[in-house]
Nanobody, 124 residues
């Protein structure tokens, strides 16, 4: 069982930055691939980024590639999402997720655990 708690969301102006954190419980955090998803009002949950067990493999959706950076610290059981050059269209609730597998996938149904989400609002 893994419990995930996100933090770091907030209100920021376009062009600004935020860093999201996701703290995981459990002793086997290093055996989980981790992902970040987001969901805007009236829209489906969409993939943002994922990172493998070791951090050696990373995947981003095209719209954030070059602006967002996913990373993890297995000693601290934490995964991060550094978001730079934020745009109003990045506004959403951001969710952390964990998948007990080596593969990086973009489908939310393939993730085993989810956090409660943190709101990110980017004003124009």
């Amino acid at each position: 069982q893994v419990q995930l708690v996100e933090s770091g969301g907030g209100l920021v102006q376009a062009g600004g930055s935020l860093k999201l954190s996701c703290a995981a419980s459990g002793r086997t955090f290093s055996r989980y691939a981790m992902g970040w998803f987001r969901q805007a009002p009236g829209k489906a949950r969409e993939f943002v980024a994922a990172i493998s067990w070791s951090g050696g493999h990373i995947n981003y959706t095209d719209s954030v590639n070059g602006r967002f950076t996913i990373s993890r610290d297995n000693a601290k059981n934490t995964v991060y999402l550094q978001m730079n050059s934020l745009k109003p269209e990045d506004t959403a609730v951001y969710y952390c997720s964990a998948r007990h597998s080596a593969g990086l996938v973009v489908t939310p149904q393939l993730y085993d655990y989810w956090g409660q989400g943190t709101q990110v609002t980017v004003s124009s």
